[in-house]
């Protein structure tokens, strides 16, 4: 059984309070505050409000280097072709067309693989190494090069 865990950007910059890079894991919930809804990420004792369109979840598997693969995640396998992970319908995938870097990753119109699949989770542990993220690391969707 995988470990479910979220990490998301902290929207205060505030690095007594958290990690001086900004992202913060544990779990995430929504709750309603002052008539808006807000995004949350707590990991006892703490609890940070952060970014929604960072959230991203914990893959349950580690790359090469034995760091953790989770959605949102950038990564190169040994050819240096660079993919990354994203939700689909049922569970998380990686984009097999890296000229498709940049566009909405939750648009269905893209070929991409499982990352459910047996081999794929041999891949990516034996193969991957992750380089960044599509928050942090923009410039890696752009051209593909690092």
């Not at 913060?24 to 709750?31: D, L, P, S």
């Not at 008539?35 to 990991?43: D, K």
């Not at 914990?58 to 240096?80: A, Q």
Request: aromatic fraction near 12%; include cysteine.
């Amino acid at each position: 059984m995988r470990e479910i865990k979220f990490r998301g950007k902290r929207l205060d910059n505030d690095i007594q309070t958290g990690p001086a890079d900004g992202w913060v894991t544990g779990f995430y919930y929504q709750g309603l505050c002052e008539g808006e809804v807000r995004h949350f990420i707590a990991s006892y004792p703490c609890v940070w409000e952060v970014d929604p369109a960072t959230v991203g979840q914990y893959t349950g598997l580690k790359d090469k280097n034995g760091k953790e693969i989770w959605e949102g995640d950038i990564f190169r396998d040994n050819n240096e072709v660079l993919r990354s992970v994203f939700r689909v319908t049922g569970g998380l995938a990686f984009e097999d067309n890296p000229v498709s870097f940049g566009y909405d990753h939750r648009a269905p119109v893209y070929s991409y693989s499982s990352i459910a699949e047996m081999q794929n989770v041999s891949w990516l542990s034996q193969c991957c190494e992750v380089i960044g993220n599509i928050h942090d690391n923009p410039e890696l969707l752009k051209g593909g090069e690092q």
